[in-house]
């Protein structure tokens, strides 16, 4: 029987249940169950990522389900400490599945490192030379990967550019690296200290920054799906959620916060699998500036009959293999859950867990409100927070959720009472 991630009633489950679920999707053995129950992650290995570890930092780790994305299912593991979010993910993913699912795409894993120029005399005679050299300057980067250049990947061409600055004209070299499953910042770094000496004889500069840039516009990542007004809450819901686009298309101070929606989904898979999330994060806000002012990732139109049909274009620079994801063996295990082959299709699932988070954020603004079921969820935070334990937590949450007032102080009130209540029963 074939695997499916649309598991009824998950977020009902206590937390062992659902580890159930996970441990038999994903095949995990005894031991690697335990390792995401425990957290996974020792002192001896933290010391090894990091400079000055005293401690570990946890954040919780929620599986999202209901994910089909071009026709296969997918349990997506999520760190994040706000609440309402893995549960909005799993919800609006099953509003797109509704659909017939979400689809997906990104094309090759093309990287850009940077080689800045300073002091060059002719700098577009120079920037001529570099490209007449173009094969030579390739060939030295490659030197110095061949494990990559034989995976197939490695420098594949470049690109050079006169920029003005306050300091006169600079020369930038674009060295253009397929890091194929990796996110390539250790390949791509350096190669571009390989060929900066070159660089610098062929201009008669000097150079300076040798770096990956972030904004990965050569690794866009692309994913689209068929809403039915139905399962959003009806043609009227599935037009509001159009107004607040063209809201956050028309002004940046909505755009923000609306990016900032869909960001809360892809963080949180790219922190679970051990990938840079603030890598990410630069490059998506940088992407959204691209045409001059700053503008939503993600396009949602009414089509004819009523339906939804929402898009999300972004750079994703993602790997599974290399820096954390290898080291920390709760992302190993996260990327094991995922089932991804490839850091192409690592990436077209976290595209479309953005559109989906987006979609769920929309909803609830044009439907019900934003608070109504973040509420409900940050309410057990703040009795955890006056003192609640065990059921105690739940009692107090939904009655602070009931008055509409989610407050420590009033959670301290309710839970004396209730404490006052049982003192006097027994």
């Known amino acids: 029987m074939p695997r499916s991630s649309r598991i009824p009633g998950f977020y009902q489950l206590p937390p062992d249940e659902r580890l159930k679920h996970v441990k038999e999707f994903a095949s995990l053995t005894d031991e690697e169950a335990e390792i995401i129950r425990s957290g996974g992650l020792d002192l001896a290995t933290a010391s090894r990522m ?22 296969r299912d997918y349990l997506v593991p999520m760190a994040i400490e706000e609440p309402s979010v893995v549960a909005a ?17 990104q094309g090759d894993q093309l990287m850009i490192g940077q ?3 300073v002091n060059v005399p002719n700098p577009y005679a120079a920037k001529m ?8 300057i390739l ?22 550019r006169v920029i003005e600055t306050e300091l006169g004209k600079m020369l930038i070299t674009h060295l253009i690296v397929d890091v194929k499953d990796a996110m390539g910042a250790n390949a791509v770094n350096t190669m571009c200290e390989a060929v ?26 692309r994913a689209y799906a068929r809403i039915p007004a139905e ?42 699998t051990g990938n840079d999330w603030r890598a990410v994060e630069a490059g998506a806000h940088a992407y959204a500036a691209r045409n001059g002012r700053y503008e939503p990732l993600s396009v949602w139109e009414q089509l004819p009959n009523g339906d939804l049909h929402g898009s999300i274009e972004l750079p994703l620079a993602v790997g599974i293999v290399g820096g954390a994801t290898r080291t920390n063996p709760l992302a190993k295990l996260c990327l094991k859950i995922l089932g991804v082959k490839t850091a192409k299709e690592l990436a077209e699932v976290i595209a479309a867990v953005g559109l989906v988070q987006n979609l769920a954020a ?37 009655a602070m959720v009931r008055e509409k007032t989610v407050r420590v102080d009033r959670a301290q009130e309710i839970l004396a009472e209730l404490r006052s209540r049982r003192a006097k029963t027994t």
């Open 115 to 117: 080689v800045q120029l």
């Open 231 to 272: 399962s959003v809450g009806g043609v009227d819901v599935a037009k509001g959620i159009v107004e607040a686009y063209h809201f956050a298309k028309a002004d940046p101070y909505r755009a923000a916060t609306h990016n900032k929606g869909i960001m809360n989904g892809i963080d949180a898979v790219v922190i679970a």
């Open 129 to 136: 030379e570099i490209l007449r050299n173009k094969e030579e």
């Open 196 to 221: 900066a000496p070159m660089l610098a004889r062929l201009t008669g500069g000097s150079f300076r920054l040798r770096i990956i840039s972030n904004l990965a516009d050569r690794r866009i990542v």
């Open 50 to 71: 990091i400079e000055n570890v005293v401690g570990k930092f946890p954040l919780p780790l929620g599986i999202a389900v209901n994910f089909l994305v071009n026709g």
């Open 362 to 398: 929309l909803r609830a603004l044009a439907a019900e409100g934003i608070q109504a079921g973040h509420m409900s969820l940050h309410a057990k935070n703040i009795a955890v927070m006056a003192g609640a334990v065990g059921e105690e937590i739940d009692m107090v949450a939904e």
């Open 139 to 160: 060939a030295a980067a490659n030197e110095r990967d061949p494990v990559l250049v034989n995976l197939g990947g490695g420098a594949k061409d470049l690109e050079a």
């Open 89 to 105: 993910a799993s919800n609006a993913a099953k509003m797109a599945r509704d659909g017939g699912g979400i689809h997906s795409f």
